[in-house]
T-cell receptor, first 115, second 114 residues
Framework: DAGITQSPRHKVTETGTPVTLRCHQT?????MYWYRQDPGHGLRLIHY???????DKGEVSDGYSVSRSKTEDFLLTLESATSSQTSVYFC??????????????FGNGTRLTVT | AQTVTQSQPEMSVQEAETVTLSCTYD???????LFWYKQPPSRQMILVIR??????QNATENRFSVNFQKAAKSFSLKISDSQLGDTAMYFC???????????FGGGTRLMVKP
């Protein structure tokens, strides 16, 4: 599975609480991404990173922040979770050696429920 | 901004038969990449096939092939000799050549029946 681990796999939290999801890779790739998956919307990009401390916003970044202090870890934080953030979250990595538009390799996802 | 539309929320096919999943997209750019990803019940996202827009020849990967119609902005996926293991959600995705963001369609749920 391209050496990507997401944790936790499942989480239930209450509205207003902070939540951090972790993505860990063993491939030493520069590019890492956070997507959310919702019925009818496919996957939508939240944030991505192109190196340590280099991040940028995706199309649905409101309410989310990210950090990348090490190549292998990309953290997604919901500062104050809301019910609209109930979703399945996917981390993905991309190998720059395989070409600029090379396919993404995805983790197994984190199912987050905000009650 | 680019958009990707999959007009078939659900489809079914008998084992060993052929099925075609539709995808249309919209972008003003001339160079881009198109992808089909498969998501089985395990939830893992798996690349099925990839097409560069500047290549006229349709991509094929074993039982999977695409019909890429650039002028019509259409990118359909054909699965031949369908197998039970093909049961999954299928997502069409578009990425601009200069970009760093895949835009996904809403998905098509495919059920292969024995």
């Amino acid at each position: 599975d391209a050496g990507i681990t997401q944790s936790p796999r499942h989480k239930v939290t209450e509205t207003g609480t902070p939540v951090t999801l972790r993505c860990h890779q063993t491939e030493n790739h520069r590019y890492m991404y956070w997507y959310r998956q919702d019925p009818g919307h496919g996957l939508r990009l939240i944030h991505y990173s192109y190196g340590v401390k280099d991040t940028d916003k995706g199309e649905v970044s409101d309410g989310y922040s990210v950090s990348r202090s090490k190549t292998e870890d990309f953290l997604l934080t919901l500062e104050s979770a809301t019910s609209s953030q109930t979703s399945v979250y996917f981390c993905a990595i991309r190998s720059e050696q395989a070409g600029y538009n090379s396919p993404l390799h995805f983790g197994n996802g984190t199912r987050l429920t905000v009650t | 901004a680019q958009t990707v539309t999959q007009s078939q929320p659900e489809m079914s096919v008998q084992e060993a038969e052929t099925v075609t999943l539709s995808c249309t997209y919209d972008t003003s750019e001339s160079n881009y990449y198109l992808f089909w990803y498969k998501q089985p019940p395990s939830r893992q996202m798996i690349l099925v096939i990839r097409q560069e827009a500047y290549k006229q020849q349709n991509a094929t990967e074993n039982r999977f092939s695409v019909n890429f119609q650039k002028a019509a902005k259409s990118f359909s996926l054909k699965i031949s000799d369908s197998q039970l293991g093909d049961t999954a959600m299928y997502f069409c995705a578009l990425e601009l050549e200069w970009g760093n963001m895949l835009t996904f369609g809403g998905g098509t749920r495919l059920m292969v029946k024995p």
